[in-house]
Structure formats: structure tokens, C-alpha cells
């Protein structure tokens, strides 16, 4: 009777010890997440070099930039769309400055 | 006397299989690891890769700016090769520079792979902008 028991322990734990080792997932966390903003910051820095002289340049210039850099974009200059390539909603958005003839326009680029 | 031998038979079969699980397990474990760790390595790799190119002008950091040294650079493949493993990347790395005005290739550095992981940034060079991609 007593040997009885001790088998089902003894299958009990080996049951539970091998569902542990089966149902656990070492996870290695890390964050790469941002590059893609940090490198499309220092590329729109690059506007100032060319003194844009009008909005039009300004949105030549930004749609250029987020063509080549991102793989989904939306381009806003001034709250007025200026380039896409998709249609979802992107929640992700970098926004910046550039001052013509001394009037702040504002460019937000709505990245995935 | 038979149920003892039967118990015995079985715990042994029991530990076999713990045993067999745990190596496989721990075997799994570690190629996922070195898996992530090249990707990692991989992904820093560039990430080092693209920011020391791009913003190795004094007060550039995190701003595209290009200097006339590193033109010189890209101008001859074996100085670059040099600068990489000055920087202790020991990957292949492809490097491309493309006039985005016209879609002009400036440089090209290295031969395209199948995986990989690729940066990009446009920088402002001599009156015109230039893209930079780096595939790691």
C-alpha cells in the first residue's frame, strides 16, 4: 500500500516537473525600438542646410527624406497632407520646425 | 517482488526522460540564445556602423553631417575595411551612397545579403542630399 503511494508521488512529480520544463520560454528582452525615429530626426536636420525658401521646397524636401528612410509614411506640412504611401492609421509621429521668411512651419511625419 | 521491479523500471524510464527532456531543452535554449545574440550583435553592429559615419563631425551628434574625411574614406574600399575593424565590427557589412536627387550611385562597399538588417539616413553633402544605407 505504502509502495502504492509512493508510486503515484513519485509519477505525480515527474508529471509536474516535465510540464515546467515543457511550458517555460526563456525570453531574452531587449529594446531595439527608436532607431528608425533617431535616424529620420538627424535626417530632417539636413532641411536647414538647403534654406528652403518656400512651403513647397519644405515639402519636396520632407517627402524626399521619408521615402527613402521609411518604408510607411505619412507627411504633414502645416496639418496638410503632402505625401503618403499608405492609407493606415499611424500612430507613430516625429514633429519639427523650419522657419521661411520668418514664419515657423511646422512638418509631422506619421511613421509605422 | 513484481511490483517493486515494475516501480523500479518505471522511475528509471521517468528519469530517463527528465534527463533527455532537460539536455534538449537546455540545447534549445542555448542556440535561441545565440540566435538572438547574433541579431543583436547584428543590429549594434550597424547601429555603431551608421552613427560614427554620419555624425563623426565634432557637435554632430545625433545630426547627418558629412565630412570631406569621410568621402576620402569611401573613396578607397581598404580604408573603410580599415575603419570597420578599427570600430571591431567584424561582420560584412554593405555600404551604399546614392544622390537622391538624381538616384545617382556614388559608392557601393560590400555585396547585398540575404538577411539583413539595413539603416538608413540622408545627409546633406555639398549642396545636395545623399543617402546613406547600410545593410548588416
Same mark, same amino acid.
Given at each position: 500500500m505504502r509502495s502504492n503511494f509512493l508510486l503515484i508521488l513519485e509519477v505525480t512529480i515527474a508529471i509536474l516537473f516535465i510540464y515546467l520544463l515543457l511550458s517555460y520560454k526563456p525570453n531574452f528582452y531587449y529594446d531595439i525600438r527608436g532607431f528608425r525615429e533617431e535616424d529620420l530626426l538627424s535626417s530632417l536636420i539636413s532641411i536647414n542646410y538647403l534654406y528652403p525658401s518656400n512651403v513647397t521646397y519644405l515639402e519636396d524636401y520632407s517627402c524626399q527624406i521619408a521615402s527613402n528612410i521609411l518604408d510607411y509614411y505619412k507627411v504633414f506640412v502645416n496639418g496638410s497632407?503632402?505625401? +503618403? +504611401?499608405?492609407?493606415e492609421d499611424l500612430r507613430n509621429s516625429i514633429r519639427t520646425f523650419y522657419i521661411i521668411n520668418g514664419t515657423p512651419i511646422f512638418v509631422e511625419i506619421f511613421l509605422k | 517482488m513484481l511490483i517493486k521491479s515494475v516501480e523500479l523500471i518505471l522511475v528509471l524510464t521517468i528519469c530517463t526522460l527528465i534527463f533527455i527532456l532537460s539536455i534538449s531543452f537546455v540545447g534549445n535554449s542555448y542556440n535561441s540564445f545565440r540566435e538572438e545574440l547574433y541579431l543583436l550583435r547584428k543590429f549594434y553592429e550597424g547601429r555603431v556602423l551608421i552613427k560614427s559615419l554620419t555624425e @563623426?563631425?565634432?557637435?554632430?551628434n545625433k545630426t547627418c553631417n558629412i565630412t570631406d574625411n569621410l568621402i576620402y574614406y569611401l573613396s578607397d574600399p581598404s580604408s573603410f575595411y580599415e575603419y570597420m575593424k578599427s570600430l571591431g565590427i567584424r561582420d560584412n557589412v554593405s555600404l551604399e551612397v546614392i544622390d537622391? @536627387?538624381?538616384?545617382? !550611385? !556614388?559608392f557601393k562597399i560590400g555585396e547585398k545579403r540575404d538577411n539583413f538588417l539595413e539603416f538608413r539616413r540622408v545627409c546633406y553633402y555639398n549642396g545636395s542630399l545623399y543617402l546613406f544605407s547600410i545593410k548588416v
Open positions: 497632407l503632402a505625401c +503618403n +504611401n499608405t492609407d | @563623426s563631425q565634432t557637435f554632430s537622391i @536627387s538624381d538616384g545617382k !550611385l !556614388l
